[in-house]
């Protein structure tokens, strides 16, 4: 594991302490405390139930000459700085929390952060060689908006990439703040916009030990420094929330990549 200097900004600083007001940034708080840095950065940040193999999935499905990722959604910014590093690619960060926002640009300064929503980024049209939505897909109840915005910012050679948790029945699952698709609906969802799938990866959503041990390490710091902050019990109950589903098998994690069949009108 990788131990460096710290993110520079102190997060402990008492004038912060509003910037800290909820857990979207506690992973960062948590992070810097327990020195963490570089390439451990982003698996504290966003562990994600299915990462890395699903990001891995994704980019074993581009070119190598992808040139502008724009991540919907990227929250604090670790899957984008996971997908920056391994392509050297420029990364638009697309994010409407200024909280999250705020703390991405803290700990991975080479994204371009973007304040917009996931179905008006304010990007211009057709400048992606790639759009990803990590984790963002299984949050939105009602998603043409965003599937049409995401094929509206792809080139005509474009790809877009969902990394995300998945059902593992036959129907579709609602529970809690979650929609949890299958994959087959995903897929008539993105030919619905103009998509076509060209890469289904899915399988049990198992992070890898790398990844697992600093998420754990988080969750140890969080569990011991958070807990008479506000939305602790949240933070808690969503965890649980998905990890009964997985230790149930309901829910398969992993990517599906769809190319854009025409140039967006």
Request: proline share 8%.
């Amino acid at each position: 594991m990788v131990v460096a200097t710290p993110v520079s900004t102190s997060f402990a600083d008492p004038a912060m302490e509003t910037f800290f007001g909820g857990p979207v940034t506690w992973r960062a708080e948590a992070a810097e405390a327990l020195g963490l840095a570089d390439a451990d950065l982003p698996a504290a940040i966003s562990p994600g139930a299915a990462f890395p193999a699903a990001l891995r999935c994704m980019l074993a499905a581009m070119p190598p000459s992808l040139r502008t990722i724009v991540d919907v959604g990227s929250g604090v910014g670790g899957a984008s700085e996971y997908l920056r590093r391994e392509t050297g690619a420029t990364v638009y960060a697309v994010e409407p929390s200024r909280l999250a926002q705020t703390t991405a640009r803290r700990c991975f300064p080479l994204l371009r952060q973007v304040p917009g929503e996931a179905t008006q980024t304010g990007l211009p049209t057709g400048i992606a060689d790639a759009v990803v939505l990590c984790g963002v897909l299984s949050l939105i109840p009602e998603p043409h908006a965003v599937l049409d915005e995401a094929a509206r910012l792809l080139s005509p050679t474009g790809l877009l990439a969902i990394a995300d948790l998945f059902e593992a029945g036959d129907s579709d699952r609602w529970s809690g703040p979650n929609v949890f698709r299958t994959p087959e609906t995903v897929i008539d969802l993105c030919a619905g916009h103009g998509l076509a799938v060209v890469t289904v990866g899915c399988g049990a959503p198992t992070p890898d030990r790398r990844w697992s041990s600093i998420a754990a390490l988080i969750d140890e710091w969080i569990t011991r420094e958070c807990r008479d902050r506000v939305g602790y019990d949240a933070w808690c109950s969503d965890r649980l929330h998905l990890d009964r589903h997985i230790s149930r098998g309901e829910l398969v994690g992993g990517c599906i990549v769809a190319a854009a069949k025409e140039p967006p009108g």
